[in-house]
């Protein structure tokens, strides 16, 4: 009996197998979130080897997919692959430009809707540009390059429209071909050049314009709307056109 006893004090102690229980609990449960891990990390890569050795396991073997393997490789719709991010950009860009050009058309037309009906000025929209061209003999004398006092309040409000316009503006004096020599013009290319700076100086009165969104243009005759070949023809060609470059990207806006 006593022998017994003896042998029994020299066993493990009773809380050792509570506590290799629990080590082993831990241990599952570190296995158990490591198998909830990335299965392609490096690090279950390098610790896979020693688990496994651990439980009497081989090592295990890692394949991973090729280039050419169909698994490696998105699938995507051919709509969805065709658009580009170029594409995208050009068709915001495209939708802006209309947003800014019909603005501005709207606004010509409810400020100067008298001077449009009456044909004093003449509205021509392209796609990137507005033109609003007026004849020169409703603006000028004849031979002369200082603006009528009738045309004054119409200029006014065409500097209020290109205040709240975007872009580069460009007023282009155009004459007919009939020449002139004067002591102040020596041809149609100074007659034509002046009248544009006529128009900026008057437009640039209004505070809100800045003077670097404009440039003034003398073209003379060189680009006549028809042949100047009758008098009423000439008196078209005799013009000033003041051009609003629309924005064709959202950086220039």
Do not use: C
Not at 139 to 153: V, Y
Not at 213 to 222: H, L, N, Y
């Amino acid at each position: 009996m006593a022998g017994n006893s003896k042998a029994r004090s020299h066993g493990a102690p009773a809380w050792l197998m509570t506590f290799a229980d629990l080590m082993a609990l831990l241990f599952a449960l570190f296995v158990l979130i490591l198998s909830f891990s990335d299965v392609d990390s490096d690090s279950f890569k390098r610790n896979a080897g020693p688990i496994a050795a651990a439980f009497n396991q081989s090592r295990p073997v890692f394949v991973m997919p090729t280039i050419d393997s169909p698994q490696s490789k998105l699938q995507l719709p051919q709509e969805q692959t065709t658009t580009t991010q170029p594409e995208i950009s050009s068709n915001t860009d495209n939708y802006l430009k209309e947003v800014a050009r019909n603005e501005i058309v709207n606004l010509v037309k409810s400020r100067v809707s008298s001077e449009l009906s009456s044909n004093l000025i003449e509205l021509v929209v392209k796609e990137n540009h507005i033109i609003m061209r007026f004849p020169a003999h409703s603006a000028f004398r004849k031979g002369d390059s200082t603006l009528a006092p009738s045309i004054i309040p119409t200029m006014d409000r065409i500097a209020d429209i290109l205040s709240r316009s975007e872009g580069q503006i460009s007023v282009t004096g155009h004459t007919d071909n009939s020449p002139i020599s004067t002591s102040r013009f020596h041809s149609n290319w100074d007659l034509s050049t002046a009248r544009a700076v006529s128009v900026i100086h008057r437009i640039l009165r209004h505070r809100g314009l800045s003077p670097k969104r404009v440039a003034a243009t003398g073209k003379a005759d060189t680009e006549p709307l028809v042949s100047n070949d009758t008098s009423e023809n000439r008196l078209r060609n005799r013009r000033v056109e003041i051009v609003i470059e629309i924005p064709t990207s959202r950086s220039a806006r």
